[in-house]
Structure formats: structure tokens, C-alpha cells
């Protein structure tokens, strides 16, 4: 069986129980060791086999899992964050399918979550937001046409940017051509619950000049919108005036 397991967006205690338990009873493990927190790797048994996946192409990834399911072996392959954002697993899948070799997902904490506990920040607000946008620009790896970053920008929704730290010129361009402006609210934050996490309130203008100024050009979230400095209406989940399914709202 190869599990795929989410590790969380980055202090190792942030790993979900399961996929603790599933990495301490592993035969195997291999982990995306270009971001994975190597101390999670503690957990595994003594006889247990660690691969470092940032070194292996897709195809020494699978004869890995064959190899380790020959030998009815358990594999844990160990993703960062959510394995289903950004995590490359769909192509792991079809591959194990065509190989009738069974797995399971354990989802994790994306780091976009990190991010905004970090900053202390809601991406819904009443009256701001209701809708979080999760997107990267356009880079070595493409993007379709329908979901290019200014016609996403376009909505002025709350907007977590990824994988895109280097190409913040070119983030503020087209978020400029959206709804926002150089002035609109923005923050990089970088390694998210890491030891060394920063956090940097800025502007969609100076998204660039803040990155260059404090030398970060990857592992960090762009995150962009109003719900970073406005101040929310009350929710109706609360207000006294407001009935729900398990309180009647006072009709004073």
C-alpha cells in the first residue's frame, strides 16, 4: 500500500495524527526533502528506507513504490502541505493504477493556512470577502489562458498566491490589471510556521522592492486583498439579533 501523506505547511508538529502514525509504521518513506521539515523524519522505525524525492525524477519515484509493494512493503510518500495543492500526486496515481497497486490520501495543512495564521487573518470577512482565490503565476510551468492572473485579480476576492516569489514584477503587473491597485493591501510571507517564517506587510506596489529588500525569492505566499487591514462587519452567526438552527435570535 503507498500512502500519500500531507506534512503540514511546516513545524513538524503540525503533521495531522494520522499521517504521524502512518510515517512511524513505515517500511519506506519518501519525503520532498526540498521542503519537507527533515525532522519529521524521526519518526520513522530503525529498518525504515528514506528517500529524498527532490533528487528523483517521476520514473525512480515508482520503481521505488513496485519495488517496496514486491516486497509487501508499506510506502509513505511524503508531500508538503495539502498533497492536493500543487503536490504533483494525480500523475503518481494514474501510475499506480496502470500498475494495479493500491493507495490512500492523508490530507495535510496547506501552507496557505500558515500563512494566514501567521498574520493573524481572516480570508472571509464579512462585508470583504467571501471567496479565497488559491492561484501562481505564469512561469516555467504554464497556466490556462482562462485563469491567467489578471482575470483572476479581476474579482478583487481574497488571493493566495503560490510558487510565485520570483516573478513578483510581474505578479504586481498583472494583479494592477485585476481589480487591485499598487496600493491595495498585500503580504509575502515566507517559510510559514518554519523557525525562521518572516512576515511582510506591504502593498501591491511594493511586493517586488520588499521581496529584493529582505532576499527572499522563493518559499514564500503572496497573499493580496482587503481582508489584511479591513475591519469586518459582525457575523450573523453570532448576533443576538440572528436565529439559527440552534438559537433564537432576540427580536429587541
Not at 198 to 205: I, Q
Not at 235 to 243: A, E, G, N, R, V
Request: proline fraction near 4%; aromatic fraction near 6%; include cysteine.
Amino acid at each position: 500500500m503507498i500512502h500519500f501523506v500531507g506534512a503540514g505547511p511546516g513545524a513538524e508538529d503540525l503533521i495531522t495524527l494520522r499521517g504521524a502514525k502512518l510515517l512511524e509504521e513505515a517500511d519506506c518513506i519518501i519525503y520532498a526533502g526540498s521542503l519537507v521539515d527533515p525532522n519529521l523524519l524521526k519518526r520513522a522505525k530503525a529498518a525504515c528506507d528514506i528517500y529524498n524525492s527532490a533528487t528523483m525524477t517521476l520514473e525512480d519515484v515508482l520503481a521505488v513504490m513496485e519495488e517496496k509493494e514486491a516486497e509487501g512493503l508499506t510506502t509513505v510518500r511524503l508531500h508538503t502541505g495539502d498533497p492536493s495543492l500543487y503536490g504533483a500526486i494525480r500523475e503518481q496515481m494514474a501510475a499506480l493504477d496502470a500498475r494495479g497497486i493500491s493507495y490512500d490520501v492523508t490530507p495535510g495543512v496547506s501552507s496557505v493556512f500558515g500563512a494566514a495564521a501567521a498574520l493573524d487573518a481572516e480570508f472571509t470577512l464579512p462585508g470583504v470577502s467571501q471567496t479565497l482565490i488559491l492561484t501562481r503565476m505564469a512561469g516555467r510551468t504554464p497556466v490556462p489562458e482562462r485563469e491567467e492572473l489578471r482575470k483572476l485579480a479581476a474579482h478583487g476576492a481574497s488571493m493566495a498566491i503560490f510558487l510565485s516569489a520570483g516573478l513578483l514584477e510581474e505578479v504586481q503587473r498583472e494583479l494592477c490589471a485585476g481589480a487591485f491597485t499598487e496600493d491595495s493591501p498585500a503580504a509575502i510571507v515566507y517559510k510559514a510556521t518554519w523557525p525562521e517564517e518572516k512576515t511582510l506587510r506591504c502593498t501591491v506596489g511594493t511586493l517586488a522592492e520588499t521581496a529584493e529588500r529582505e532576499g527572499i525569492r522563493n518559499t514564500a505566499l503572496i497573499l493580496v486583498g482587503d481582508f489584511l487591514t479591513a475591519l469586518p462587519e459582525r457575523s450573523k452567526l453570532y448576533d443576538p439579533h440572528f436565529t439559527t438552527a440552534f438559537r433564537k435570535g432576540d427580536d429587541t
